[in-house]
Nanobody
């Protein structure tokens, strides 16, 4: 059974850091895109970042460029999202998702992702 499980969320002060993990089971990371999305209260789902398992190429939303880094660990079948310089507007439930590559690259379009985790809460507040 294909499954994605996020962890690592929590409460952090502005300017702080957190590392989220997405452990995948039921399939390998080969030839897959893994994306991170978030949804704040009262707002729609927003793409954050994605990584291509075949090329290692990454993509970031403008709002997180230079602050967040996505990476993968094949041995652990895990994708990480290292978040730094966190702001209150980063507060949201963060979801990871598995999708399909387009010409070896990942996309930030949620429509390309067909399996989703249950989410982990990130709260940035003093």
């Amino acid at each position: 059974q294909l499954q994605l499980v996020e962890s690592g969320g929590g409460l952090v002060q502005p300017g702080g850091s957190l590392r989220l993990a997405c452990v995948v089971s039921g399939f390998t990371l080969d030839f897959r895109a893994i994306g991170w999305f978030r949804q704040a209260p009262g707002k729609g789902r927003e793409a954050v970042s994605c990584i291509s398992s075949s090329t290692g190429s990454t993509n970031y939303a403008d709002s997180v460029k230079g602050r967040f880094t996505i990476s993968r660990d094949y041995a652990k079948n895990t994708v990480y999202l290292q978040m730094g310089s966190l702001k209150p507007e980063d507060t949201a439930v963060y979801y990871c998702a598995a999708g399909w590559l387009q010409f070896g690259l990942c996309t930030l379009s949620s429509g390309s992702y067909d399996y989703w985790g249950q989410g982990t809460q990130v709260t940035v507040s003093s």
